[in-house]
């Protein structure tokens, strides 16, 4: 295993723009070879429709609970998660401020923005 000083930030209900079944489908795969990969990113942080990525009974909070097991850092933005009325509903993660995510995004040798 190799966990690199890596922000991932999910920004989406999926990955991509257009098709939204596609989107979810993609994200899931992703999510699934990242784990595989052994290449972990230190945190992963969600917000604006990525936060409802972690409510969803969909096959990705399963390999987000495994990316969690293994020391991933999972922060949900609370302004978002309240937005969307699901600051009760996570399955997985933590709740964190934007301070937060600006103090992370600081603190990374890399931002990846899916």
Known sequence: MTQQNTLLQITRYG??????????????????LLIEDNRWPKIITFY??????????????????ILEEKGVKLMACTTCLEHY???????VGI???MMDIITLQANADKVINL
């Open 95 to 97: 709740k964190g401020t």
């Open 15 to 32: 990955m991509g723009d257009g098709d939204k079944e596609l989107a979810l489908k993609l994200i899931t795969n992703y999510f699934k």
């Open 85 to 91: 009325g699901i600051a009760k509903k996570i399955a």
């Open 48 to 65: 604006n429709e990525g936060v409802k990525l972690l409510t969803d009974d969909h096959a990705v909070v399963a390999h987000l609970k």
